[in-house]
């Protein structure tokens, strides 16, 4: 019997097969209890474009007190200021990669937040 988490790692395996073969740039989100991560990676996998996070100093500062990056709030920031990064580094069109998390809550929020931004996916 697999762990949730195998479980979770499992279906992260087969999306990014999936979007290896398309070739684009992906969004990859991260979630913990106290933070959520983004990364915009090159479509070879080698490098990182773009990426932001709740633990980053500016954003924290923004959010106010200290463990208000679990939110969705917090996750609408991120997906807002990824997306303004990989725009200035000249990426339009990424294809999405939720790392196994279930579409809902604070991934939802980043998603939307990064296609308001102008992000295509």
């Known amino acids: ?10 279906r992260a395996r087969q999306t990014r097969i999936r979007i290896a073969t398309q070739g684009v740039a992906r969004l990859t989100v991260t979630r913990t209890n106290l933070h959520i991560y983004a990364s915009v990676i ?23 007190a200290a463990g208000k ?3 969705v ?12 990064k990989a725009k200035a ?12 998390f279930a579409y809902h809550g604070r991934v939802k929020a980043l998603a939307d937040a990064a296609r308001e931004a102008g992000l295509q996916f």
């Open 69 to 71: 990056g679990g939110n």
């Open 42 to 64: 090159s479509g070879d996998g080698g490098k990182v474009l773009a990426s932001a996070s709740t633990a980053e100093a500016e954003v924290r500062k923004s959010l106010g």
């Open 73 to 84: 709030a917090a996750a609408q920031i991120i997906g807002k200021r990824v997306a303004e």
């Open 1 to 10: 019997m697999l762990t949730k988490k195998e479980q979770r790692l499992r």
């Open 89 to 100: 580094v000249g990426v339009e069109k990424v294809a999405f990669d939720r790392s196994g």
